[in-house]
């Protein structure tokens, strides 16, 4: 017989039954409280510290725990099994913040994002298009069926093929007669049949909404889009609760591997998207009902996690995905709550490692018609890269982890209020600043490269990362070495040993791509006109600092140009544009692949990245 | 609170709980036990006789029982509530039998329609196609996707555009591994986009099936076949078990609009197909997963019951069915159980009381393309008359009830074994002729029609249908004469005064449509070369005596033809040819519809039809 007992989770009160020998942190999952775990309950990042209060419990031998932290009742979650009923503690820099990001976008002008308009760049047609029908009323003259009266009217407006499924047609003879005959269709506009998606009594044409939806692995952004008017109404950001699963694609897809795995990231990042259209949706007085239609921007291992498909092929050779392009699906066969008929669309991606986030950015940066060479970056927990122009376009793609996105840090935090996002240090003083003027919370991205290139200019780390002196800022916590920027009564904010040589490594996986692929096709830096980078960083990226630590390229500054979330961006333009979403498609077919993990000179370039800036100058 | 009590049902034992005041008609159905009721529980028809064994009800007072019915403990079940728990005993003649006719097809040559095949009249191209496909391993030259490779290979068979769901793209990457990329396609084989319906491991070509279904008013006829081979393995038919909420179509469209009458409705019918099948795929050894499509030929009243769309319009001026033509549907989602991913396809028909089996009557029986003139009657509880030729096409539609079919006639059963095919009465004495020469179980459609007659020619009966005798073989009980045609010691077959008028207005309903159009469109009947006849008769029917009471006109018997069921033929063309499909389409087009209940000549028709043969002479 099965033996149930409780786990008693402070600081929330919350109790969540657990199977004997069930470890920790899947029961926090299974009572949604999400905490960090880069590898995905392997035991091996050593992130998933819990504190353990009262209670019996197995947990094994670990090296990832100081002794202070083991003097304190400090366990990894993943390696903690339950004997008995059980009462722990949730440190807090480890729970996976919901929703802290909801007025990012306020800042605006801060944010290309925000200015970027897609009607300004292609022809608007939006994915959904919302039509007010007066039909004839029938009689013995005239008297066609329902749906094929429909159509005749809607064939006024468009003369294609529609198709209707079972729940509409349903709705269909007392909808009409209940709105005497005065009805607003919902249809998909596109493709060569199409697919009716909702119809509603009365005039309700004005609203019509869809939203454009960025699945990072670590972070999820979504845009309330009004489709009339071609306008963002607000986008919110969030962290992508998969995160507990594992903070790259790598160990997500080892986790979907595992019994109920890939239900578990599913339900996760649904939930997670449902959270963000809802919260949406409800702030701006917008019914799910009118929301008919979801775009999806994301890399090919979160499109296929969204859609529950196995990704394990992805990590394979030769590294298969499930498909390309993608066909529409209806959001309630993937978990997606708008209105019940609403459907989903991928936008489709070039390779398994380049997905369609990258083909949002190709199309928002413009690079597939310039005639000059640019370069494209993406910086998330991926660094994906594009170099191109309108006769050939060439990607390649890099593992950075999600440092730069202020997580796998000590005291890494997003672009919120309160991060600190520029640095000086200068005599021994630091000298911040953060986003919103606000108390300091913690460091964001651009945070970290302006600390390391400060750090190293002031000779207190060398070109290896490795801190070289001794003063009162510098101290030793359980073994590792650690800098004070900020602190007060309860809380202090630090950059740890560790961190740097995570903040290296990141930047070392991009910096050696770029030089990867540049080699690869035996194009010189300097012939690279435009370098965009898109990404959280947003226009807080300090350009200057970025080459001082060797994350980009020694280039003249006035070629850089920041694009922010164009992954999002792609999205929104999907939503809008038939233009945008045929672009799509002839992208994926143009772009070529380099695969670094089979390039010969890759693992040469990644050392050599690997200091600061590189030995590459 | 409410009260639950038990109602214990004889012979079956079976205890089905009900509410306090629940009618035991309602209680009857939720226990799944279905009884005749040609009201569908207005308590008019006087059909659904219980008996009570014991326990606490209210029963209305009704003028549809007789004094030695009361005597004996019956009640009308749909006029009786439940006050306690209860004992009923269910009466034989009014349950509506299960299934009884499965064997019916294995008489084969009585049967035109087991000779029927469709590959000799139409182009062969099943509607659903089945492939097996060896894709060719990717590998890091050929790193196309799964599906964007299982559709390059697809179209070297088809070049046309594709379509999956979420349900087979999430198969496929498990599926192409596990099978060695040796897998068959199930896919729709029509329209500009063929949707992909099934993939399995290795090659199941070979078992590609589809089922045929003719849903009437009164039974329900569906056939295996096998789609590759084009042919017809096995047919069987069962009563529609919607004869539980009325006889005819209007009183189901009445019963559909009472609180959850639609939801009922929709399900015994659903049912009732889904046994048919399962039945048929258990018996010849066929999983329900290699059947991947359904083809339903029915009337708009049953289409829309089927597919859970309010009828209420059909019956409602100007009468306007929700589609002519109906969109390819999944049966999953109309509650038909085959392959999860299978498709449910409708017959288009004409006008609300013209549907889609009358379109399958027009195709089989070739009217549209002769040059002579022809008349088409499907003969079921509708009963409907397309007259016509390669030029024009007009229909009409009339009520004739379901006695012809075995159901709302005393003794009457459909053309099984034991049933009375064939009478002659002679000096008094009653001589018979069963099917299968096997011990009378009742009387069929054709042998009411000569029993009509003999009746006629000998006097016993008179003009209006009145017994005009008297003699041993005529009692009165009740009330009501009947006559004696068997008799053993347990049961008795008879025909009463009450039948007698039930056939005489079935027959009047019929000849006045016949007439009614003919007199419309200033047709002589002698210019009618062919007269075919459809319906559940088949050849068991004497022409002569059908004209002689006055169901058919008087024309040369070598006129005449039967062709069986062409509801269910018609099916079974649409599942197998193209051609077939695209004729449904355009014939519906080329019809026209005479509505009788707005001729002006009609009632005066059928006021003289109410006669034996009629008055038209």
């Avoid at 419990?57 to 083991?70: A, H, N, R, V």
């Avoid at 047609?169 to 009409?176: E, G, T, W, Y």
């Avoid at 009365?202 to 889009?225: F, P």
């Avoid at 196995?310 to 997606?336: D, H, M, Q, T, W």
Wanted: hydrophobic share 40%; net charge neutral; charged share 25%.
């Amino acid at each position: 017989m099965k033996e149930y007992f409780v786990v008693d989770v402070k600081p929330f009160n919350k109790k969540i039954p657990a199977r004997k020998g069930e470890d920790i942190l899947s029961t926090l999952i299974k009572g949604k409280i999400f905490i960090t775990s880069s590898c995905g309950g392997k035991g091996v990042c050593g992130r998933c510290k819990i504190k353990i209060l009262k209670g019996d419990f197995y947990s094994e031998p670990t090296g990832k725990l100081s002794d202070e932290e083991k003097r304190n009742n400090i366990y990894l979650a993943c390696r903690t099994t339950i004997l008995g009923n059980i009462e722990i503690k949730i440190l807090p820099e480890t729970i996976i913040p919901e929703k802290v990001e909801e007025k990012l976008f306020e800042k605006g002008e801060e944010f290309e994002h925000i200015k970027y308009n897609v009607k300004e760049f292609f022809s608007f047609k939006p994915l959904i298009k919302k039509v007010f029908l007066r039909l004839p009323r029938p009689d013995f003259k005239d008297n066609l069926s329902d749906y094929e009266r429909l159509i005749r009217e809607l064939k006024k407006f468009e003369n294609k093929e529609f198709n209707i499924d079972i729940w509409n047609l349903r709705k269909l003879p007392n909808i009409l007669r209940t709105s005497f005959w005065e009805i607003t269709v919902s249809y998909v506009d596109e493709g060569k049949i199409s697919e009716i998606i909702n119809i509603e009594p009365g005039d309700t044409s004005r609203k019509n909404y869809g939203i454009a939806v960025d699945v990072g692995t670590t972070t999820i952004s979504a845009s309330l889009i009004d489709l009339n008017k071609g306008e963002r109404i607000k986008t919110e950001i969030t962290f992508n609760k998969q995160a507990s699963f594992g903070d790259d694609i790598i160990s997500r897809i080892v986790f979907a591997e595992k019994k109920d795995g890939l239900e578990k990231l599913h339900h996760v990042v649904t939930e997670t998207i449902n959270e963000l259209i809802l919260n949406l949706s409800q702030k701006h007085g917008i019914s799910l009902n009118d929301i008919t239609s979801v775009v999806i921007s994301g890399n090919m291992t979160m499109v296929h996690l969204l859609l529950k498909i196995n990704p394990s092929f992805l990590r394979k050779e030769p590294y298969i995905p499930v498909a390309n392009i993608f066909p529409l699906f209806k959001c309630a066969e993937v978990g997606i709550r708008i209105n019940p008929n609403g459907i989903l669309s991928i936008i489709p991606g070039g390779f398994p490692y380049v997905g369609g986030d990258i083909t949002s950015g190709i199309i928002v940066s413009g690079i597939y018609k310039e005639e000059e060479l640019s370069l494209f970056v993406d910086i998330g927990t991926n660094g994906e890269i594009v170099i191109g122009n309108k006769d050939f376009l060439t990607c390649c793609a890099a593992s950075a982890g999600p440092c730069f996105e202020g997580s796998g840090v000590k005291n890494g935090v997003r672009a919120v209020k309160g991060a600190i996002e520029k640095v000086k240090i200068e005599n021994g003083n630091v000298y911040y600043e953060t986003i919103g003027n606000e108390k300091p919370v913690g460091i964001c991205g651009s945070g970290y490269i302006e600390l390391l290139s400060e750090l190293f200019r002031n000779g207190i780390i060398n070109r290896n990362g490795v801190f070289v002196i001794e003063n009162e800022k510098i101290k030793e916590v359980d073994g590792i070495k650690e800098f004070l920027i900020y602190e007060d009564k309860n809380e202090k904010i630090v950059i740890t040993q560790a961190d740097i040589e995570n903040l290296i490594r990141a930047k070392g996986a991009i910096y050696s791509a770029i030089s990867t692929i540049l080699k690869t096709l035996g194009i010189d830096k300097n012939d690279i006109k435009k370098f965009y980078i898109a990404g959280g960083f947003g226009s807080h990226l300090n350009i200057e600092k970025a080459i001082e630590i060797g994350l980009f390229p020694d280039l003249p500054i006035d070629r850089f140009k920041f694009l922010g979330n164009t992954s999002l961006l792609g999205a929104e333009g999907y939503l809008l544009s038939d233009e945008f979403r045929n672009l799509s498609k002839e992208i994926i077919k143009k772009l070529t692949y380099i695969d670094l993990s089979r390039s010969p000179i890759y693992m040469e370039e990644y050392l050599k990245a690997l200091f600061i800036p590189h030995t590459d100058l």
